[in-house]
Nanobody
């Protein structure tokens, strides 16, 4: 019964910032890589960023410098700090985690960037 719950989404103006959080619960094994994805209306889900259990990170090139992924292993939580948001960042943002060889997904949180 591993569960992932995202939070922190909402409506923000262009140029604004949001910090998304994702808490993993019910894990019997250590949590491996954690990732953020997003899916805009009418588009496929795409990878945004990934962070390993050791803290190594990688990002989609277009988001480097604006988005930062981090994690707090003591809290089983992964974060996505989003700065200088643009309308094209509007999407449902999902987190995922590798636990015991399986991939798990949260239900998503809506991020809307609009004036």
């Amino acid at each position: 019964q591993v569960q992932l719950v995202e939070s922190g989404g909402g409506l923000v103006q262009p140029g604004g910032s949001l910090r998304l959080s994702c808490v993993v619960s019910g894990s019997r094994f250590s949590i491996g890589a954690m990732r953020w994805y997003r899916q805009a209306p009418g588009k496929q889900r795409e990878l945004v960023a990934v962070i390993t259990s050791e803290g190594s990170t990688n990002y989609v090139d277009s988001l480097k410098g604006r988005f930062t992924i981090s994690r707090d292993n003591a809290k089983n939580t992964v974060y996505l700090q989003m700065n200088s948001l643009k309308p094209e960042d509007t999407a449902v943002y999902y987190c995922s985690a590798d636990v015991g060889g399986w991939g798990y997904w949260g239900q998503g949180t809506q991020v809307t960037v609009s004036s």
